[in-house]
């Protein structure tokens, strides 16, 4: 299977962040050998250090980072099953507008751009913020909404109640619709919500110095039994601390850019690609000026 741009690029960033770890995992190591040659030199009687003390703390330490790691990677987790929540809503809804209310060739069209429009909306919107002209589709529109997924889902329900008036839809076919369009709503607000409340700053802070002082006292607790071997140990150890500190301040917040933060643009894509071929529509990325006029 060939080893496509994007996943390269993740491979170089993977590398990249890799790199950081070990090289505090090597200051570590070289810190420790201060704690060999003092084992070993006529102070060391005056420096004795309890490693049962370092023991105890080892296990406690693991406690708080098992803790952190894990409070992470269910923000992580969550905003993943909001998103692939998104893809089958968006699927379902063009799916049942199609069938239900029978739409022509430009209500497809401004159809797909509403439901398509609003993933593109969604991850913009997490990210640095959205404005309405620069989601793909709506290139162009004059309509300034400050808050562009919401202002999408608004669009998709006004079409609905169009719908009905026409009598193309009843009562119970707008329920059925609702059942899916509410959703997108529902998702939004569940990823605002891990945007907006991170992992409380002092338990971050609290986890940051209880492994600074663990890596501090680490090498005075074991240079004593293992002399010079202590330094391999420690740069080991080191670096799975440090990696799951690491790993948990980079899946905290998964809207971003970093190698570990959900891939936003292909799940956009997909939603992009799926709900156009439902609707027999081109698909709206990459967005170019040449798109439909916008309805409003």
């Known amino acids: 299977m060939p080893l496509r741009s994007e996943d390269l690029s993740r491979l170089i960033k993977t590398v990249s962040t890799l790199r950081q770890v070990w090289f505090l995992a090597l200051l570590v190591g070289l810190y420790s050998l201060i704690a060999v040659g003092i084992a070993y030199s006529p102070v060391a009687n005056y420096l004795e250090f309890q ?16 803790f952190r790691t894990n409070r992470a990677y269910d ?11 998104l893809v089958n809503v968006s699927r379902n809804l063009a799916i049942k507008s199609l069938r239900l209310g ?3 060739s430009d209500e497809r069209t401004y159809l797909h751009r509403l439901i398509a429009g609003f ?4 991850k913009d919107h997490l990210r640095e913020g959205a404005t309405l002209e620069t989601v793909p589709g709506w290139i162009g529109a004059d309509a300034t909404p400050v808050h562009v ?4 889902s608004s669009q998709t329900y006004e079409l609905f109640v169009e719908w009905k008036g026409d009598g193309r839809i009843d009562g119970n076919d707008l329920i059925v619709l609702d059942r899916d369009a509410r959703e997108f709503l529902e998702v939004c607000g569940g990823c605002e919500r891990i945007r907006n409340t991170p992992i409380a700053g002092s338990y971050r802070a609290f986890s940051i110095k209880s492994l600074s002082v663990y890596l501090l006292a680490l090498p005075w607790g074991l240079a004593h039994d293992l002399g010079f071997v202590t330094v ?9 601390m440090v990696g799951l500190e690491a790993i948990a301040d980079h899946v905290e917040q998964p809207f971003g850019y970093d190698l570990d933060d959900l891939d936003l643009e292909r799940l956009c894509k997909v939603i992009d690609t799926t709900t156009a071929e439902l609707l027999n529509v081109d698909t709206l990325y990459p967005a170019t000026t040449s798109t439909p006029p916008v309805r409003l």
């Open 102 to 104: 029978n739409p022509d």
């Open 232 to 240: 391999p140990i420690c740069m080991i150890i080191a670096y799975v």
């Open 75 to 85: 923000r992580w987790w969550e905003a993943r099953t909001l998103w692939g929540k």
């Open 51 to 66: 490693s049962q003390i370092v023991t105890f703390f080892s296990v406690v330490l693991s406690i708080i980072l098992v």
């Open 149 to 152: 997924p919401a202002w999408l």
């Open 119 to 122: 993933a593109f909306a969604l």
